[in-house]
């Protein structure tokens, strides 16, 4: 797994983090600074949540990969760990996205390594499980569409009232993960996001088509031309 974070030094990493955490720091400062200066003491609510939503994963996700509750299959790609046979999965996150999308490609190119490495994340999660039958998948995306969906396995259901918040509240670390991943300014159409199901029988059972696709989109990547 190519991720920059992951492959730094312990030292490099708690480095990085500290840097965020100052910077967050400062930014919350000012913003209850002028807060009370103008009375508008909103503003000062709206940076912190904004602001703790953006830094977040950057925490959270190597904690969560130390202590195995989630797990990469890919540098996009994550689960969280089997719980009463279900494994929730995940695409990457603004941390992963900021590690790993090589900053040279332009925003097809980003597109098609997200989708890539969402595809070989998937590959290894059905080598790993293609003969305990019993295991059920469960994940939301705006990025993959219905019909790429289905045609690798997966049935499509709306979001609960649950989600739409979580997608809420997380919306500005939507927007930048959005904008990362096209290169430009994007506001990402929530409305698209879609639950995904399935079980890891309908995916083994497309398995040779998924393995294609994801073959397919890796030879259109520059680092593997």
Same mark, same amino acid.
């Given at each position: 797994?190519?991720?920059?974070?992951?492959?730094?030094?312990?030292?490099?990493?708690?480095?990085?983090?500290?840097?965020?955490?100052?910077?967050?720091?400062?930014?919350?400062?000012?913003?209850?600074?002028?807060?009370?200066?103008?009375?508008?003491?909103?503003?000062?609510?709206?940076?912190?949540?904004?602001?703790?939503?953006?830094?977040?994963?950057?925490?959270?996700?190597?904690?969560?990969?130390?202590?195995?509750?989630?797990?990469?299959?890919?540098?996009?790609?994550?689960?969280? *760990?089997? =719980?009463?046979?279900?494994?929730? +999965?995940?695409?990457? $996150?603004?941390?992963?996205?900021? &590690?790993?999308? /090589? #900053?040279?490609?332009n925003g097809?190119?980003?597109?098609?390594?997200?989708?890539?490495?969402?595809?070989?994340?998937?590959?290894?999660?059905?080598?790993?499980?293609?003969?305990?039958?019993?295991? *059920?998948? =469960?994940?939301?995306?705006?990025? +993959?569409?219905?019909? $790429?969906?289905?045609?690798?396995? &997966?049935k499509v /259901? #709306?979001?609960?009232?649950?989600?739409?918040?979580?997608?809420?509240?997380?919306?500005?670390?939507?927007?930048?993960?959005?904008?990362?991943?096209?290169?430009?300014?994007?506001?990402?159409?929530?409305?698209?996001?879609?639950?995904?199901?399935?079980?890891?029988?309908?995916?083994?059972?497309?398995?040779?088509?998924?393995?294609?696709?994801?073959?397919?989109?890796?030879?259109?990547?520059?680092?593997?031309?």
């Open positions: 797994m190519i991720h920059r974070f992951y492959n730094k030094t312990k030292k490099e990493q708690n480095k990085i983090l500290i840097t965020i955490a100052f910077c967050s720091l400062v930014i919350v400062i000012l913003s209850i600074i002028i807060s009370i200066y103008f009375k508008i003491y909103l503003i000062a609510f709206l940076i912190f949540a904004i602001i703790l939503s953006i830094i977040a994963p950057f925490f959270d996700m190597p904690s969560l990969k130390k202590s195995g509750r989630m797990i990469y299959y890919s540098s996009l790609f994550i689960t969280e *760990k089997p =719980k009463n046979g279900l494994i929730k +999965i995940h695409g990457g $996150t603004l941390f992963d996205y900021y &590690f790993v999308i /090589d #900053k040279k490609w097809k190119q980003r597109t098609k390594f997200i989708i890539q490495q969402y595809l070989e994340g998937l590959l290894n999660l059905i080598e790993k499980y293609e003969n305990d039958e019993q295991i *059920k998948i =469960k994940g939301t995306s705006y990025i +993959i569409n219905k019909r $790429t969906a289905e045609k690798i396995g &997966f /259901d #709306k979001i609960d009232a649950l989600q739409k918040i979580t997608l809420m509240y997380n919306y500005f670390n939507i927007l930048i993960s959005n904008s990362i991943a096209k290169k430009q300014l994007s506001f990402p159409n929530l409305s698209r996001t879609k639950t995904f199901y399935t079980d890891i029988g309908q995916l083994v059972e497309r398995k040779k088509y998924i393995e294609n696709l994801n073959k397919s989109l890796k030879n259109t990547l520059p680092n593997n031309n």
